[in-house]
Structures are given as structure tokens and as C-alpha cells.
């Protein structure tokens, strides 16, 4: 049974950092891209970043590059974003998601791609 955990929000002053989690189990993690999703309150779910399951490729979402990094250690199963340079606009529920057959590819412009999710994790920007 596919599973995955976030962990790692919280709240935090604009142009703050934090680092969110995602452990996965019960599949073969590096055959899977592994995608972050966001949704604010009032608003559609958005792709913000993913990384394929070899970690040879990653897509970020426009308002986001340069400020986020995604990465992944296989060995532990489990994909990092590291979110520098907060902005109240990225106050959301961060969601991981995993993507089959992505060992090698991924996008976030589809969420039908992805057959799991975590429960997500809030992240707060605010003064």
C-alpha cells in the first residue's frame, strides 16, 4: 500500500525558510516521481515542484523558482523542499504526491498523474 508522510510545516515570518518532508513506503520509491502540491484556503489545488525518480530532473512552478529546492534521498525514501525566502503568498497546505512510472520524468500540471498523497503539512508566512 502506497503511504506518504509530510512533516516539517509550521509557521514562519516572510523571507523565513523551512524544510518540508515526504517518507513514502509500501512501493518501489525510485520509480516513482515524486510531486509537491499546494492549496490556500478559497483557491485551487497548484503543482509547485517535483523530481523524477532518479533525481536527474526537477520542475519548479514560476513563482517559486529560485527560492524552493526539491531533492531526494533514495536511500531513506524520502523528498525534500526546501523553501527559502517566504512569502505570505505561499501560505498553503503542502501536499506530496507520488507519480508512477516518473523514474525518469515529471511535471506537475496534471495532479491526475499522481495515484498517491500525503495528508499534507500548513505552512503559514505571516508577521
Known amino acids: 500500500q502506497l503511504q506518504l508522510v509530510e512533516s516539517g510545516g509550521g509557521l514562519v515570518q516572510p523571507g523565513g525558510s523551512l524544510r518540508l518532508s515526504c517518507t513514502a513506503s509500501?512501493?518501489?520509491?525510485?520509480?516513482?516521481?515524486i510531486g509537491w502540491f499546494r492549496q490556500a484556503l478559497g483557491k485551487e489545488r497548484e503543482g509547485v515542484s517535483c523530481?523524477?525518480?532518479?533525481?536527474?530532473?526537477?520542475t519548479y512552478v514560476d513563482s517559486v523558482k529560485g527560492r524552493f529546492t526539491i531533492s531526494r534521498d533514495n536511500a531513506k525514501n524520502t523528498v525534500y523542499l526546501q523553501m527559502n525566502s517566504l512569502e505570505p503568498e505561499d501560505t498553503a497546505v503542502y501536499y506530496c504526491?507520488?507519480?508512477?512510472?516518473?523514474?525518469?520524468?515529471?511535471?506537475?500540471?496534471?495532479?491526475?498523474?499522481?495515484?498517491?498523497w500525503g495528508q499534507g503539512t500548513q505552512v503559514t508566512v505571516s508577521s
Open positions: 523530481i523524477s525518480g532518479s533525481g536527474g530532473m526537477t
Open positions: 509500501g512501493f518501489t520509491f525510485n520509480y516513482y516521481g
Open positions: 504526491a507520488a507519480r508512477p512510472y516518473g523514474g525518469v520524468w515529471c511535471g506537475v500540471k496534471d495532479p491526475r498523474e499522481y495515484n498517491a
